[in-house]
């Protein structure tokens, strides 16, 4: 009798709510003690920062939620506590996760495909992303080839090529927003910077890469590399 309740205490123990739950970014961000203490609770179930990221927590942390407009439409909502408070719960955990505003940055990015809440927008500090001097960024080639050109700038990995050359990828950019009718299909930085990592690493000349491989980036048009 004795021996069946201790076997039924530790399958209790085994499937406690406790070890089901693994700690995400904003818990690391904002707790690292308890969000490692959860880790071990978890039987390492998740993943954690590596070792060294969490020796320089102290120093700081930057968490990042990426188009959180691409997200559940309630978790904007589910956010204004963290947000409000740097602090929030979790079930079936003791104590509550908070955070130091001191030291945690949260950034937060969208591309406006959906409206955001505006209880939600009222606890960020808002930065709209456009490129200097161009109002209309549609027409404005000069705009767009300087703005990407820096984006390369900032790319080691596109150190070898030359600044002309950048331009000339950047006027192609360019031409193929102009042209394309449907707005989610328009090239974008992302693009710009996916045709540049293909150009680099192709054994082909920068400029004949250019011509072979940009209908492929930018229109996922594979026609012409495919043999009839």
Not at 40 to 45: A, F, P, T, V
Not at 47 to 59: C, G, I, M, T
Not at 66 to 74: F, H, M, V
Not at 119 to 135: D, P, Q, T, W, Y
């Amino acid at each position: 009798m004795l021996s069946s309740l201790k076997s039924r205490k530790r399958a209790n123990d085994r499937l406690a709510p406790n070890n089901f739950i693994t700690p995400g970014v904003l818990w690391w961000a904002f707790d690292k003690e308890s969000a490692l203490e959860q880790y071990e609770k978890s039987n390492k179930s998740c993943r954690k920062p590596l070792d060294y990221e969490l020796s320089k927590f102290n120093n700081g942390v930057v968490a990042l939620i990426d188009e959180i407009d691409k997200a559940d439409s309630d978790l904007p909502n589910g956010l204004l506590e963290t947000l409000g408070n740097y602090s929030f719960t979790v079930p079936y955990v003791a104590k509550a996760i908070n955070g130091n505003k001191d030291n945690t940055l949260v950034i937060i990015t969208t591309n406006n495909e959906r409206a955001l809440p505006q209880a939600f927008i009222r606890r960020c500090i808002v930065l709209n992303m456009f490129i200097e001097g161009s109002k209309d960024l549609k027409n404005n080639e000069e705009a767009l080839v300087s703005r990407l050109s820096g984006v390369a700038e900032a790319h080691a990995t596109f150190k070898d090529l030359k600044p002309a050359f950048i331009k000339e990828v950047a006027k192609v950019i360019h031409k193929e927003r102009m042209e394309q009718s449907n707005q989610n299909l328009k090239p974008s930085i992302a693009s710009f910077v996916d045709l540049l990592n293909v150009i680099t690493s192709v054994s082909e000349s920068p400029e004949n890469a250019l011509k072979k491989y940009n209908s492929l980036v930018l229109k996922k048009d594979i026609n012409e590399y495919v043999d009839e």
